[in-house]
């Protein structure tokens, strides 16, 4: 990159001006840039101005293919406003514009991708905070601030919300969650009121004040839930309310592998850092190995119990995942992680009809592990399995990775000395060939 700046520079500014007039009489885009750079601050505003106007009138729709384009064409517009003005009255109210024009710009496009709100919840809002950091009457910026996210549609406001404690002082926020509050007890509409409240949440979290936030979030359920609790017990725990985070998370009764475990978890785990309560927490982190073991679960444990425990530990939970009747993937890649290769054959071994080739992403580097600690069967099981997915589902597109899956399989069975019960490699080409000899494409790509 460094080079390639030296070659430019040294082309001299006359001869790269040339050739940037040529590009842009191609690219619209690159004509829009050139007239960003040479304007003047007063052009700049006027075109982002012109802009903004002419999105409310916009026709066509903009395919997700496009998206990004457009995103881009949308940003270029905020750095118009930045480059034009740095008034942060001014800078305030358009900013507020272009946030108003949100169902103009989201209705007109499709953001599957997500790349059209990422320039509301990052670009607008990081240049409106740079403003109203600036803005003089703070109090007129949290009306300001209230009108706008009053009506929140498509969710891109909200992160207005997000940042409100970097630009506005405490009483301010206050003030906001009580009009807000005001507003839900006045309305029967229960979304309004659901509407209102998460928005007081928002800004309660940011103030320090754990009380008001648990009572905003009490007032907005009709019935106790677990969500309700965890929210409250984090806003506590980030007060260093230790005791009460602890009180509201015991509250919940969570089952395993349901929604929200992992953040019931993380929340339970600071709480019991937070209390110092080692044994606790090495239970929990326990659980979290079995529940799916890594490295790094691994080690946040030994940091509690002490490395010593580290062979007593690694060995004692192989043995467990050994005796499971069920096969995950994620034990045999930890038995490979800590150097049990002899256990994650075995496992795999046992498991081995359970094989599900979809899952290639864990399967491939676990079969190139076995072939290259010499464990030829493990690895062609493997692979006979993401070769029987690829066929089974007709996945014409994956042939090739099929037909390279099958010549390793020819490989591996010269170095394979015991089948065990499991079909030798003639056998399995004979059944291969029984049950999709048809697809035609496959054995002409292979043959």
Same mark, same amino acid.
């Given at each position: 990159m460094n080079k390639t700046r030296e070659?430019?520079?040294?082309?001299?500014?006359?001869?790269?001006a040339d050739i940037l007039l040529q590009t842009a009489a191609q690219i619209s885009s690159v004509d829009? *840039?050139?007239?960003?750079?040479?304007a003047t601050p007063v052009e700049n505003t006027g075109r982002f101005k012109t802009k903004l106007s002419r999105l409310s009138r916009k026709r066509g729709f903009v395919d997700w293919n496009k998206a990004y384009d457009f995103s881009l064409e949308l940003e270029l517009m905020l750095e118009d406003l930045k480059a034009g003005t740095d008034d942060p009255v001014k800078g305030v109210e358009l900013v507020k514009a272009f946030f108003e024009s949100d169902s103009d710009i989201l209705e007109m496009c499709d953001d599957s991708s997500g790349c059209i709100g990422m320039v509301f919840r990052h670009h607008a809002k990081e240049l409106f905070l740079w403003y109203a950091k600036k803005y003089p009457d703070k109090e007129r910026l949290s009306?300001?601030?209230?009108?706008?996210?009053?009506?929140?549609?498509?969710?891109?406001?909200r992160s207005l919300l997000d940042c409100a404690h970097e630009y506005l002082p405490e009483k301010n926020l206050h003030d906001m969650v009580e009009v807000l509050r005001g507003k839900a007890k006045k309305t029967t509409d229960t979304y309004k009121k659901s509407h209102f409240l998460s928005k007081a949440k928002l800004l309660a979290s940011?103030?320090?004040?754990?009380?008001?936030?648990?009572?905003?979030?009490?007032?907005?359920?009709?019935?106790?839930s677990s969500h309700t609790a965890l929210e409250i017990s984090r806003v506590y725990l980030a007060n260093d309310c230790v005791d009460k985070a602890y009180y509201w998370i015991k509250q919940i009764e969570i089952e395993e592998n349901s929604y929200g475990l992992y953040e019931y978890e993380e929340v339970l785990e600071a709480i019991y850092r937070k209390q110092g309560d080692n044994v606790k927490l090495a239970e929990l982190l326990l659980k979290k *190995?079995?529940?799916?073991?890594?490295?790094?679960? *691994?080690?946040n444990l030994l940091e509690v119990v002490g490395e010593d425990k580290h062979a007593e530990i690694v060995c004692r939970e192989i043995d467990l995942f050994l005796t499971e009747s069920r096969l995950s993937l994620d034990r045999a890649e930890f038995m490979v992680d800590v150097g049990h290769i002899d256990n994650a054959e075995r496992y795999l071994l046992k498991h081995a009809q359970k094989i599900d080739g979809n899952s290639y992403d864990s399967l491939l580097p676990l079969a190139?592990?076995?072939? !290259?600690?010499? !464990?030829?069967?493990?690895?062609?099981?493997?692979? !006979?399995?993401?070769?029987?997915?690829?066929?089974?589902?007709?996945f014409t597109k994956a042939y090739h990775h099929g037909v390279d899956y099958l010549r390793k399989l020819d490989l591996?069975?010269?170095?394979?000395?015991?089948?065990h019960s499991h079909e030798s490699h003639n056998e399995f080409k004979a059944l291969l060939k029984q049950k999709h000899g048809r697809k035609y494409s496959f054995w002409q790509r292979y043959e």
């Open positions: 070659k430019l520079v040294a082309l001299g500014a006359e001869k790269l829009d *840039l050139i007239d960003h750079l040479v009306q300001l601030v209230l009108e706008l996210c009053s009506i929140d549609d498509y969710g891109v406001r940011q103030v320090g004040d754990p009380e008001l936030f648990e009572q905003i979030a009490l007032d907005g359920s009709d019935e106790f *190995l079995r529940a799916m073991p890594t490295i790094e679960k *691994l080690q190139a592990t076995m072939e !290259r600690e010499k !464990r030829y069967l493990a690895a062609t099981l493997i692979y !006979r399995a993401l070769l029987l997915s690829i066929l089974e589902r007709g591996l069975s010269e170095l394979v000395s015991d089948w």
